[in-house]
């Protein structure tokens, strides 16, 4: 069975252009959950979608913004690109609504972005 | 948050297992204890969860205390590919969504 699939696997930009990173959720699964793992760090929350609405989202800036598609795929843009916005971003599927428990969330191999 | 206490690092010998603690004293009833692991530079992969029972998969078995404060994750015959850093998350449950905290988790070095 396919996992959680993410693209590009790596991308390099440059400051203050805009970025759209891809994540096709394991197959049957609703959720989809976004996470950043800045180097050295656990991943942080940034959103959760289920069923194509926004359900959640992290501490993070307008800069950021996503959607899931009623395939259940999901995009992550970030606009105006920071050099502190250089990091693995994760994506995480799972079946259910997020507030049954439990919940288990698998998760992508992530998209590696570098900021310059 | 219920938050968790784990040491920042351990060794384990190849074929011997591996008892990764984890304490969560602040946890509450209906909050679930997730274990993941990251190998380096690839995604979080999903090892095992549990409520208040003991819980064993194809991976590994996780023992909760009975007042629920700590739990141990047992790889029984750990390998050099169990080499990861591995996280105890408590979830929260918020309006609506649920997430997953990450801490510093515990850097496992399996040796010959």
């Known amino acids: 069975d396919a996992g959680v699939t993410q693209s590009p696997t790596h991308l390099i930009k440059t400051r203050g252009q805009h970025v759209t990173l891809r994540c096709s959720p394991i197959?049957?699964?609703?959720?989809v959950s976004w996470y950043q793992q800045v180097l050295g760090q656990g991943p942080q929350f940034i959103f959760q979608y289920y069923e194509k609405e926004e359900r959640g989202r992290g501490n993070f800036p307008d800069r950021f913004s996503a959607r899931q598609f009623p395939n259940y795929s999901s995009e992550l843009n970030v606009n105006a690109l920071l050099l502190g916005d250089s990091a693995l971003y994760l994506c995480?599927?799972?079946?259910?609504?997020?507030?049954?428990?439990?919940?288990?969330?698998?998760f992508g191999p992530g998209t590696r972005l570098t900021v310059t | 948050d219920a938050k968790t206490t784990q040491p920042p690092s351990m060794d384990c010998a190849e074929g011997r297992a591996a008892n990764l603690p984890c304490n969560h004293s602040t946890i509450s009833g209906n909050e679930y204890v997730y274990w993941y692991r990251q190998i380096h530079s690839q995604g979080p992969q999903y090892i095992i969860h549990?409520?208040?029972n003991n819980e064993t998969n194809e991976m590994a078995s996780l023992i909760i205390t009975e007042d629920r404060k700590s739990s141990t994750l047992i790889l029984p015959h750990a390998t050099l590919r169990d080499t990861a850093v591995y996280y105890c998350?408590?979830?929260?449950?918020?309006?609506?969504?649920?997430?997953?905290?990450f801490g510093k988790g515990t850097m496992l070095l399996v040796s010959p």
């Open positions: 549990g409520l208040k």
């Open positions: 998350i408590v979830s929260r449950v918020n309006s609506g969504y649920s997430t997953l905290t």
């Open positions: 197959s049957g699964h609703k959720s």
């Open positions: 995480a599927s799972s079946l259910g609504d997020p507030t049954g428990t439990p919940y288990e969330q698998y």
